[in-house]
């Protein structure tokens, strides 16, 4: 198992939204009126440069509709924001019964320093008022609209 916990990267699965608001014990605590969902999950091999090479990815990603209606404009672009929700449950390992396994997401100590890192390499790129976030380690409704639907898997490769 510790093996497999080398090999596991930061993970961001991406969302492109309408709008999307996070909300903890009732308080919506996050919102965006356009833009992308993020939702980051940091592995225990995970440093600095993970972090800061998945946030320029992030803000660069071309899949916003041009005028033509071809996916070429960014964040950076567009001048949308982006909700980040951290979530562990990104670094599962399912090949074995029916309970994930969590052991290949980083502590939380680790995961919430590479978290905000991102956050703040983010801030930096599309401008602090558009990157919204909820509560690391706690129980959060995310609610948003995904247009498209247009998902997407980005793995950190430092």
């Known amino acids: 198992q510790a093996s497999l916990a080398k090999q596991k990267r930061m993970k961001a699965v991406i969302q492109r939204a309408r ?4 909300t903890v ?3 919506v605590v ?3 009126p356009k833009g992308m969902v ?7 091999a995970d440093t600095a440069p993970h972090a800061t090479m998945l946030a ?3 803000a660069n990603l071309r899949l916003f509709p041009d005028p033509n209606d071809v996916p ?6 567009t001048g949308y924001g982006a909700l980040v929700i951290s979530q562990f449950t990104l670094l ?20 919430n320093d590479l978290y905000n890192q991102f956050v703040e390499e983010l801030r930096g790129l599309i401008g602090p008022g558009n990157v919204a976030t909820g509560r690391f380690r706690e129980m959060m409704d995310v609610a948003f609209v995904n247009e498209g639907p ?9």
Not at 92 to 111: C, V
């Open 19 to 22: 709008n999307a608001t996070v």
């Open 25 to 27: 014990a009732g308080e």
């Open 30 to 32: 996050g919102a965006i």
């Open 38 to 44: 993020v939702l980051l999950g940091v592995a225990a």
């Open 56 to 58: 320029k990815k992030v």
């Open 72 to 77: 070429n404009l960014s964040l950076l672009d």
């Open 92 to 111: 599962a390992d399912t090949r074995k019964g029916n309970r994930p396994s969590y052991i290949a997401a980083a502590p939380p100590e680790l995961a």
């Open 150 to 158: 247009f998902t997407l898997l980005l793995e950190s490769k430092v």
